[in-house]
T-cell receptor
Framework: DGGITQSPKYLFRKEGQNVTLSCEQNLNHDAMYWYRQDPGQGLRLIYYSQIVNDFQKGDIAEGYSVSREKKESFPLTVTSAQKNPTAFYLC???????????FGPGTRLTVL | AQSVTQLDSHVSVSEGTPVLLRCNYSSSYSPSLFWYVQHPNKGLQLLLKYTSAATLVKGINGFEAEFKKSETSFHLTKPSAHMSDAAEYFCVVTEFTNAGKSTFGDGTTLTVKP
């Protein structure tokens, strides 16, 4: 079964803690993306990676970090420097950067 | 530079009537344009995409969109709404030269009344 998975589905964190969101794909896609979605807004790009061991900042990278050590994995760490981390986080992948993006089911992060 | 504007934040239709969700875009180069649908607390699913082939693009679930360069529009339509179409819809633009960066509209919430 090909697809993109995110875990966990729901995540709760105390203020001041770092937390890592998982994103895995078995579609053999080169490009992967992390987006943040807030109520009533579109998706905003946090980080993207077009190839293994390379990634670029998106529009709202401050307070976040990523790694791309394997083609199929693109974890996102929300650090304590992110001032307002409560949001719905979506991971996506594509064969190329102008191609269709395939989205995971999302992780809802709540800071307590 | 690329941008996208979804002209309506909410659209309400009756079941069986036509759907029109409007999207205008701005792009310095020939863009790729997409429509995605999102049901509550789910990821996004592709409805259709335009990549400089036919200007009328047919997608899944009876949706279609027409690329109009002169009007810089990419409106999404469906002849007859179904209750299951109730969701949020996003128009997306991507330029080849803007490697890796797509711009999403703010979304249109479609409500379908019985």
């Amino acid at each position: 079964d090909g697809g993109i998975t995110q875990s966990p589905k729901y995540l709760f964190r105390k203020e001041g803690q770092n937390v890592t969101l998982s994103c895995e794909q078995n579609l053999n896609h080169d490009a992967m993306y992390w987006y943040r979605q807030d109520p009533g807004q579109g998706l905003r790009l946090i980080y993207y990676s077009q190839i293994v061991n390379d990634f670029q900042k998106g529009d709202i990278a401050e307070g976040y970090s990523v790694s791309r050590e394997k083609k199929e994995s693109f974890p996102l760490t929300v650090t304590s420097a992110q001032k307002n981390p409560t949001a719905f986080y979506l991971c996506a992948s594509s064969t190329g950067h102008t191609d269709t993006q395939y989205f995971g089911p999302g992780t809802r992060l709540t800071v307590l | 530079a690329q941008s996208v504007t979804q002209l309506d934040s909410h659209v309400s239709v009756s079941e069986g009537t036509p759907v029109l969700l409007r999207c205008n875009y701005s792009s310095s180069y020939s863009p790729s344009l997409f429509w995605y649908v999102q049901h509550p607390n789910k990821g996004l699913q592709l409805l259709l995409k335009y990549t400089s082939a036919a200007t009328l693009v047919k997608g899944i679930n009876g949706f279609e969109a027409e690329f109009k360069k002169s009007e810089t529009s990419f409106h999404l339509t469906k002849p007859s709404a179904h209750m299951s179409d109730a969701a949020e819809y996003f128009c997306v633009v991507t330029e080849f030269t803007n490697a890796g960066k797509s711009t999403f509209g703010d979304g249109t919430t479609l409500t379908v009344k019985p």
